[in-house]
């Protein structure tokens, strides 16, 4: 976790390079907050030196980040989609977890594992 900050800086960096708006910075950095910290937290159950490779491009359609780690294998994607109305029950009955991948499908356009 030690390297979120130098992670975030990198994208806020890139953005503000790039004339990339506050709103859209924003949602970027979210999106990178929440796929390094599930990598961390589970992915590696914890601090880990392994690498997480972030790279990021724009042209006139967007921004694409590719996010690569070294975690174990495991599609997130999937897992929300198994889950579709997940958001509909009560907080009380829903297990710990999962939202987050949720809040990163709705800040991207496309997603993909």
Request: charged share 25%; proline share 5%.
């Amino acid at each position: 976790m030690a390297m979120l900050a130098e992670m975030t800086a990198f994208v806020e960096g890139f953005c503000l390079e790039r004339g990339i708006g506050t709103e859209d910075r924003l949602r970027l950095t979210l999106v990178v907050e929440e796929l390094f910290t599930n990598t961390v937290v589970h992915g590696h159950r914890g601090d880990a030196d392994a690498p997480v490779d972030v790279s990021l491009s724009n042209d006139e359609d967007g921004v694409t980040l590719r996010y690569e780690d070294r975690a174990p294998p495991f599609n997130p994607l999937a897992a929300a989609a198994a889950e579709p109305g997940a958001l509909a029950h009560a907080v009380e009955s829903r297990p710990v977890g999962g939202l987050g991948v949720l809040l990163v499908d709705q800040l991207v356009r496309d997603a993909r594992y």
